[in-house]
């Protein structure tokens, strides 16, 4: 998953309102600094966050 592809997941799931990456934070516990080198690239994104998206992806498009 891409920095690109991780933010669109974080606003389908957590809506564009205002503190989105906060509530994506709290979500995966981890805090927001983390959401946002994720986001940048600057980190890679660990692969259990990526496990997590993924799983939360699968349950949100299966049940729309």
Known sequence: MTAEEFRQ???LLF???RGWQS???DALGTDRAS???YL???VPIPG???AAV???LRAFIGSA
């Open 9 to 11: 997941a974080g606003l």
């Open 15 to 17: 809506g564009p309102e």
């Open 23 to 25: 509530r994506f934070a």
């Open 35 to 37: 959401i946002s080198r």
């Open 40 to 42: 940048s690239g600057t």
């Open 48 to 50: 259990p966050v990526l």
């Open 54 to 56: 993924q799983s939360w």
